[in-house]
């Protein structure tokens, strides 16, 4: 699957305008299948789609740990997930099947922004842990310097996993959400403990 693409394009600079070809980031529609349910088609970069799918069930609460899939099939192909979860009624206790509730209100949208707040449940930060400012920079640097296809296009958002000494795990996608879901993922398959990370 290819990330970038070559589009034409008029260019207007100082009022001039000119026709040049012009690289793009390419989205992929993953649709993710749970239970036999479709639940969600993420609009994505071509990569790390397994990750993106694990870190998405648990970003919305639908899993806790890998423990919870009892089968796992991505088709890359049809832009498919299909999982199947030990507890069928997962979807039913999960943030994201809220969310989707509150979506289909047809009411106006302060009440659907006001009841979607309350629905989030969501536990304060606790932690212990710091970080020398100098590395909050050193760590800025190798996140921003990381895409090359951000240097191309600037259609892409990086979100980076590091603890107190470096990076551990770097993920780009067009959608910030999706980056941040891509770490996630991948901190999961990696079995790294998130709690104690930044």
Known sequence: MDKLLECKVVKIENGESS?????????????????????????????????????????????????????????????????????????????????????????????????????????????????????VFEFMKKNLDFSEIFKKTGGLHCVALSDTEDIIIISEDVARHNALDKVVGEGLLKKIFLRIKF
């Open 19 to 135: 026709c040049i070809n012009e690289l793009v980031v390419c989205e992929y529609p993953l649709t993710i299948c749970l239970n036999g349910k479709k639940i969600a088609t993420l609009l994505c970069s071509p990569e790390k789609l397994k990750e993106l799918t694990l870190g998405f069930l648990s970003t919305e609460g639908i899993i806790e740990s890998l423990e919870d899939i009892k089968y796992f099939k991505l088709d890359d192909v049809k832009a498919l997930v299909e999982v199947e979860t030990f507890d069928k009624n997962v979807f039913r206790k999960s943030f994201y099947s809220k969310k989707v509730e509150l979506d289909n209100l047809k009411d106006n949208n302060l009440k659907d922004f006001k009841n979607f707040l309350q629905c989030i449940d969501c536990t304060p930060v606790v932690s212990k842990i710091t970080l020398k400012a100098n590395k």
